[in-house]
């Protein structure tokens, strides 16, 4: 009988899933394949006409094809950004695991507070200009680490707990340095974990939206979540291009999470299994 209870339960809730997932997203493949005139309707009425190519034409066209720039930019800043979170955040909890103290407790405090406290927008701008990199890619992608680096750092610091000390002293007692020690021994055993935080940051920094509309403004710099301001306007929208739009920036995350959402789910648990 419980068995039967649980079974309804979990029937249930993978319905309310699914049903929350569908329906917006067949709400946007319809009007995305619908054309201006029926799609400002905003129904869920079967297209009467199907208009996908050219909708798919306008998209790739509006302004100049500030769309292929986009997925350029975005590409660009995905990969670096996200090279920089796995290197740096996977050194720091290397550190912060196995020296632990005063200053470790206080870099403790430092890294829950990046995932607590909301980011200050007006003093980052000021900072970017001073350091001359407001407005451009390389200041983007310092601000993307920055935004992140406590995530990785703290999957990468519960799973570095599960890796036992005396392999680091064997590796010392063979002679390796503090770098040689890591990028030869530690690192290579965060592999479960360096494709969580891979796979998951690459989808927060993809389709973020906040940060490229205020650090790195214009058309020559947009990223693809900042394309969706191109079929807006004051008195009249272009649901059709909109929504086209909103499926083309979609597949890329949607394609990662099909094919690796175990991969992410096993490196998110395997430091907890080992231990």
Do not use: H
């Amino acid at each position: 009988m419980r068995a039967l209870k649980r079974f309804g339960a979990d029937g249930i809730a993978l319905l309310l899933a699914t049903a929350i997932f569908l329906v917006p997203f067949s709400f946007m493949l319809l009007t995305a394949v619908k054309d201006r005139v029926q799609s400002a309707d905003l129904d869920f009425a079967w297209p009467t006409s199907w208009p996908v190519v050219q909708n798919f034409v306008e998209v790739i066209e509006a302004r100049d094809y500030v769309l292929l720039r986009a997925y350029v930019n975005s590409t660009i800043l995905t990969v670096v950004s996200v090279a920089l979170l796995v290197i740096f955040g996977a050194m720091a909890a290397f550190v912060l695991q196995r020296r632990a103290g005063k200053i470790g407790k206080m870099a403790d405090f430092l890294v829950l507070s990046g995932l607590i406290i909301p980011p200050a927008i007006v003093p980052t701008i000021w900072l970017l200009q001073g350091l001359g990199l407001f407005k451009t890619l390389p200041g983007l992608i310092l601000v993307e680490v920055a935004f992140n680096l406590s995530y990785a750092v703290l999957l990468f610091r519960a799973f570095i707990a599960a890796i036992p000390r005396e392999l680091d002293e064997a590796a010392m007692i063979d002679g390796c340095s503090g770098l040689r020690l890591f990028f030869r021994v530690i690192f290579p055993l965060l592999r479960p974990v360096t494709i969580t935080v891979i796979l998951t940051s690459s989808v927060a920094v993809f389709n973020d939206f906040v940060n490229p509309l205020y650090f790195l403004p214009g058309d020559e710099n947009a990223t693809v979540q900042v394309t969706l301001y191109n079929f807006q306007s004051q008195y009249n929208t272009q649901w059709n291009l909109l929504f086209m739009d909103i499926v083309l920036i979609t597949i890329p995350p949607l394609l990662l999470f099909v094919f690796f959402n175990r991969k992410i789910v096993a490196g998110m648990t395997a430091g907890a299994i080992k231990g």
